[in-house]
């Protein structure tokens, strides 16, 4: 690529190949809409200051759009150095802050990362994966999903399986579909499930779980934390639920145990201090 001094980068791509996206942030925050045209990306990179694209990769083969920002350093003045050694790079100094904005079509999938800002994905999306070191992270409508935060909020529309993991901070899924197992983690902070058809993990060190269950199974455990389940009316739920030092109700009307062949959900709960509260 030509050198290239200045605060923003525009490319754009059209493949006859199915797209899809692998992007690598050193630092800024990335945004991902899955509004393009079928066959067509594109990609804007907008810096805080004036910086040298060159190291820049913006590129797309067979359908696989490439978007790689190392630590960019004003060219004029600053001190500090980036380099690569294989998967692993490493920053000094004064980086400039690179925000990246993607288009790509409708059911792409989507990996990307960056080591400090936030992600957000909007529209619907293939299989997607999104990290940051620290930021908070977002994804509207996808299939199985993979989410990491060293330390942030996450927060999903739609999925229909996958694994949300962050150190410190609440996650929130609106609605998981299934096939496919949902586990979420927190080190620190809230986990919330708003209807979930499949089997369900969550687990927080310090923070309340909410999860409205409309079928499979619950094995939920918080440190310290309060535990409310919603069940359907009319469904036989075998219970296996414990605290220790709180308060345990049930408020769902009994229905006796499941007959031969009969759907039923299992819930287990687990809570070194906080209430557990099963309802309808």
């Keep these: ?3 290239t001094t200045a605060t923003t980068l525009t490319r754009t791509f059209a493949d006859d190949a199915t797209i899809s996206l692998l992007l690598d942030n050193a630092r800024g925050d990335v945004t991902i809409h899955a509004d393009a045209d079928a066959g067509t990306a594109s990609v804007e990179l907008r810096a805080d200051r004036e910086v040298d694209f060159e190291q820049v ?5 067979d359908g696989r759009v ?6 960019l350093l004003n060219p004029e003045g600053s001190r500090g150095f980036s380099f690569s ?18 288009h790509v079509p409708h059911g792409a999938q989507v990996e990307a990362r960056t080591r400090v ?4 994905v909007t529209g619907v999306t293939g299989t997607t ?9 977002r994804a509207q409508e996808c299939a199985e999903l993979r989410a990491s935060s060293g330390s942030g909020d996450i927060s999903v529309g739609t999925l229909t399986a996958g694994t949300v ?8 899924v609106e609605e998981c579909t299934g096939p496919g197992a949902l ?16 089997e369900t993990t969550a687990a927080t060190g310090s923070g309340d779980i909410d999860l409205d269950l409309r079928a499979g199974g619950a094995t939920l455990r918080t440190g310290t934390g309060d535990v409310v389940v919603r069940v359907p009316r009319e469904t036989p739920v075998w219970l296996d639920l414990n605290t220790g030092l709180g308060d345990v109700t049930q408020r769902i009307d009994p229905v006796g145990p499941p007959q031969q062949g009969q759907d039923h959900l299992s819930v287990s709960v687990r809570s070194g201090t906080g209430d557990i509260l099963i309802t309808h």
């Design 129 to 137: 994966r999104i990290t940051t070191g620290s930021g908070d992270l």
């Design 85 to 102: 050694l294989g998967p692993l790079k490493l920053s000094a100094g004064d980086a400039a802050t690179v925000d990246v904005i993607v």
């Design 57 to 61: 990769e913006l590129s797309c083969r």
């Design 183 to 198: 586990q979420l983690r927190s080190g620190s902070g809230d986990l919330t499930v708003r209807t979930r058809t499949g």
């Design 117 to 120: 800002g936030d992600v957000s």
């Design 66 to 71: 490439v978007v790689d920002v190392p630590a």
């Design 1 to 3: 690529m030509n050198q």
């Design 165 to 172: 993991t962050t150190g410190s901070g609440d996650v929130r």
